[in-house]
């Protein structure tokens, strides 16, 4: 029998087969700290948001985040979140944002409609973390959240999170522009 490596309650073992019918077990360290992120491009129009829209891509207003852990369903920690929008300058009106993180894909909400916990998706939904007022840093803006330390879990078999984007301030955005989040997780 050759060395293996198993999982056990979460933890990854090194079984050694010492060669004379017994065998030893060796802890392995994996790395716990993942980056994700997700980009969109908005709709090419400037039709104003009103407070609580949807801000996503055209069709659907929802987010994916895959591979946020090494382990399906494990409890993982968001440790910090940060959000660029691609424009030159914080739009009139632009204030704080929320994610709305779940575990599972919830139901699809377009663009520029009203942000809804839907019923169908409370059993899904994980909470929200607040972007602070974007910072224009010259062609960037930037909203960035660090000490988070949320923890949550992720759905039985599956590494991904899902999140819609909410506006909490009404506002006329600038067309087609670039939105990325970017959420840094590890091991609860």
């Known amino acids: 029998m050759s060395n293996r490596t198993a999982r056990y309650n979460g933890n990854a073992m090194r079984i050694i087969d010492n060669g004379d019918n017994s065998f030893s077990f060796a802890a392995i360290e994996l790395p716990s700290t993942k980056i994700s992120s997700t980009s969109f491009t908005r709709p090419a129009d400037i039709t104003a948001y009103t407070a609580n829209d949807v801000v996503g891509p055209a069709v659907t207003g929802n987010l994916s985040f895959s591979d946020v852990s090494m382990i399906s369903g494990a409890p993982i920690k968001i440790e910090s979140a940060m959000m660029e929008i691609d424009v030159a300058a914080v739009p009139s009106g632009m204030s704080t944002f929320r994610l ?11 663009d520029n409609a009203a942000f809804n916990l839907i019923a169908a998706d409370r059993s899904k939904y994980l909470g929200y973390i607040t972007f602070t007022t974007p910072v224009d840093f010259g062609d960037t803006l930037i909203s960035d959240v660090s000490a988070l330390n949320k923890i949550i879990k992720l ?14 301030g009404a506002y006329t955005p600038t067309s087609a522009a670039v939105k990325k989040i970017t959420l840094v997780t590890s091991l609860a």
């Open 100 to 110: 709305h993180i779940y575990n599972a894909a919830p139901t699809a909400i377009a």
């Open 155 to 168: 759905a039985d078999n599956s590494t991904s999170l899902y999140g819609i984007l909410e506006t909490i």
